[in-house]
């Protein structure tokens, strides 16, 4: 007769209990929640501690953010003029308008250049009469000073194209000066690269300087709680476990940190506003002040928060590692 198959022993107690994937989850984020909350009602413990660290973050933060709105506003603003090269004759006091005129004729079937404008001695003195403060003192006088121009235009916008052309058309005797009219442009863009390569490197040491002041404010509020880490560590605590509130702490500070330059950015641009847009209207321009985007805006507060924890967790792994029980 073959024997029966003995009946599998109930489970008991903690063997009986499953938690579905669902509950673990539900539990973690509850439980994280709840480390947030007070990592962020710690901050208002010691307020003004907390604030003149806000206070630091912040200008650390906004500082870089400041420069590179200022200097893409004024790529902007540049952006609207005029930056192909050009040439002006300026020719002799001798040469009669009718002179003047045959000459940018004659011009005008160069191979080299793209474009001819003649600004005759009668124009010229209308328009310098319009725009310069030497207006009435100009009507004194019995004969008009300034000479005929030429502008030209050339074809080819190499350096070495524009001085040759240059030297050429120097040399033509109704020619008194030709100066070529695009250093200004080569300055402004030298500036602009310059300021961005310094924007980026101010951000590079301000952005370690933000590390420090985390990882410096949290390493002093880990110590403060020395004994309590100490005993969480004695029933089992890992150093995830522990490392986690200060974590939290070191989010707080980035978010609103980068929260508070913001604020900062927005409001120096609101106080510069006027006297950029009475700027834009002496160069007779519509251009406008414009602030941060809702891209750079996510930029600033994705980087301050993320140094933010950044700076947590560098502080508190090496002296986490030192707190043990002996």
């Known amino acids: 007769m073959a024997a029966k198959p003995q009946d599998k022993a109930p489970r008991r107690g903690a063997e009986a209990h499953r938690v579905s994937w669902t509950d673990h989850l539900r539990g973690w984020l509850r439980h994280h929640l709840e480390v947030a909350l007070q990592a962020l009602l710690r901050l208002t413990v010691t307020p003004i501690a907390s604030l003149m660290t806000l206070a630091v973050l912040a200008i650390a933060l906004a500082l870089p953010g400041f420069m590179f709105t200022v200097v893409n506003n004024i790529q902007q603003f540049s952006s609207g003029w005029d930056t192909s090269p050009r040439i002006m004759l ?21 191979d ?31 004969s008009n000073p300034l000479p005929a121009v030429i502008l030209v235009l050339p074809a080819d916008h190499s350096t070495a194209g524009l001085q040759q052309l240059q030297h050429e058309l120097a040399g033509l005797p109704e020619v008194h000066e030709a100066t070529l ?18 924007s980026w490197v101010l951000s590079g040491l301000l952005a370690l300087a933000v590390l420090l002041v985390v990882g410096n404010t949290l390493r002093m509020t880990l110590e403060s709680r020395r004994d309590e880490i100490l005993v969480a560590k004695l029933v089992g605590a890992t150093d995830a476990w522990v ?3 200060f974590l939290y702490s070191g989010f707080w500070y980035g978010l609103i940190g980068s929260l508070l330059a913001y ?3 927005q409001v ?26 809702a891209k750079t805006s996510l930029i600033l507060i994705v980087t301050g928060t993320a140094l933010g924890l950044a700076g947590g967790f560098m502080s508190t792994g090496r002296h986490l590692r030192a707190i043990e029980p002996s």
């Open 90 to 110: 300026y020719l002799n006091q001798d040469v009669s308008d009718a002179r003047a005129e045959q000459l940018s004729l004659e011009l005008m079937l160069h």
């Open 112 to 142: 080299g250049l793209s474009g001819i404008e003649l600004i005759d001695r009668e124009q010229g003195l209308r328009e310098f009469s319009g725009y310069s403060e030497f207006a009435t003192m100009l009507s004194l006088l019995d």
């Open 181 to 198: 009219d695009m250093e200004w442009i080569q300055r402004l863009n030298a500036y602009l690269l310059m300021a961005e390569r310094f």
């Open 243 to 245: 490392r986690r509130p």
């Open 263 to 265: 604020v900062l950015i």
């Open 268 to 293: 120096s641009l609101y106080l510069i506003t006027g006297p950029a847009n009475q700027l834009a209207e002496l160069y007779m321009s519509s251009f406008v002040l414009t602030g941060l985007t």
